[in-house]
């Protein structure tokens, strides 16, 4: 008998729904090709959940994603929300779903596919062979500290980590760079702030659990620079929620476009892949957006959650033949492009280019 998942899917807002069809054409296609069944539970977060029911984050959202092998998710947010106070923004849902399912390990790889070194600002000289791993703290730091709040003077927030969660993060970085090229830069502020220096100090203790990994550090306005000037320097890079956020988007610009990364949050029970960029609102419902981000962290959520590696090297295969054939999105469009495609276009691209 075929194997079967239950993937949770939120479509979320502005290009979200788009590119989540295509990516679950191909999940459909990959399924057939190698006999798994997925089961799809679709699930409301984000503006569209706020338009249904008032709130970001349902509590059927909650009780939901919980029975699932996975959850796929696309984008929230949009200036129609903008306004609201903050705990009811979608993106309050966001951030309470991924501290609900205890995702605190974001996975952010940027890696430039060959086809596309010229697609990227950088020179390709600069970018051509960048294969990084950004391991994003995604549910402690200044994103969740308490106190925090807005007065009419002032405003604050608190950026806190506590022992245990700067311990598993780490271990979760040195376990990835024991696979890949066993290099961890830790990324922190270290010379300014003492929550920097107390996530160094523990790095530095986790790393003894690791002897075959280099570990260095580098204090966070340099890690920009550096990215820039000399990508291929970094292997995994450690860092907190909001200088892995800063950081990730920095990264995925070596690669061309931020419309081809895709990211897993792993951590205490189901993981949540997503895309790392946002909803677009500016291009919704226009039918233009790139789907391969989400298609990527399709790929990314059968290799991580579901165990299922040939399925995900299928994935990634097909997207590669396709960057190859000359198929392109618009944001990645100008360059050595046999066709342009919409977004469905790409989608049909790639599912008949897995076999
Ligand atoms: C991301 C996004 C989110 C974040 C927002 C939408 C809350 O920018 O996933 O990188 O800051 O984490
Ligand atoms: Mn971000």
């Not at 949540?272 to 291009?283: F, K, Q, R, T, V």
Request: charged letters at 25%.
């Amino acid at each position: 008998m075929a194997k079967s998942y239950k993937i949770g899917i939120i479509r979320g807002d502005g290009i979200g729904p788009e590119i989540i069809t295509e990516a679950l054409k191909v999940l459909d296609k990959v399924g057939t090709v190698c006999d798994i069944a997925f089961e799809y539970n679709e699930m409301l977060l984000g503006g569209f959940a706020i338009d249904a029911t008032g709130v970001p984050f349902p509590s059927e959202t909650k009780e939901g994603v919980n029975s699932c092998d996975a959850v796929l998710f696309g984008a929230i947010g949009g200036p129609k929300w903008d306004n609201l106070e903050r705990h009811l923004r979608p993106e309050s849902g966001l951030l309470a779903l991924r501290s609900h399912m205890g995702t605190f390990a974001n996975l952010r790889p940027a890696v430039v596919y060959d086809e596309l070194v010229n697609a990227s600002t950088l020179k390709a000289e600069v970018v051509q062979g960048v294969d990084i791993m950004v391991v994003r703290e995604l549910t402690g730091g200044i994103y969740f500290g308490q106190p925090r709040e807005y007065l009419s003077d002032r405003a604050y927030n608190t950026m806190v980590y506590t022992k245990v969660e700067v311990e598993r993060i780490a271990r979760v970085a040195f376990e990835i760079a024991m696979k890949r090229d066993k290099r961890v830069c830790s990324v922190d502020k270290a010379n300014v702030l003492e929550v920097s220096q107390f996530w160094r100090d523990i790095v530095i203790e986790i790393a003894k659990e690791y002897p075959q990994v280099e570990l260095t550090h580098m204090y966070v306005d340099n890690a920009a620079m550096q990215l820039i000037r000399n990508p291929k320097q970094f292997d995994v890079i450690l860092t907190g929620n909001i200088f892995g956020d800063i950081l990730s988007d920095a990264a995925s610009m070596l690669s061309g476009s931020i419309g081809l990364l895709p990211s897993a949050s792993t951590g205490e029970g189901v993981g949540l892949y997503e895309p790392i960029h946002g909803s677009a609102p500016d291009i919704a419902g226009m039918g233009i957006a790139n789907p391969l981000a989400t298609i990527s962290s399709v790929a990314m959520m059968l290799k991580y959650a579901l165990g299922e590696i040939e399925a995900s090297q299928k994935i990634d295969n097909a997207i590669k033949q396709a960057l190859k054939e000359g198929y392109r999105t618009g944001d990645i469009g100008a360059y050595d492009a046999k066709e342009i495609c919409n977004c469905s276009k790409m989608g049909d691209v790639i599912v008949n280019l897995i076999n």
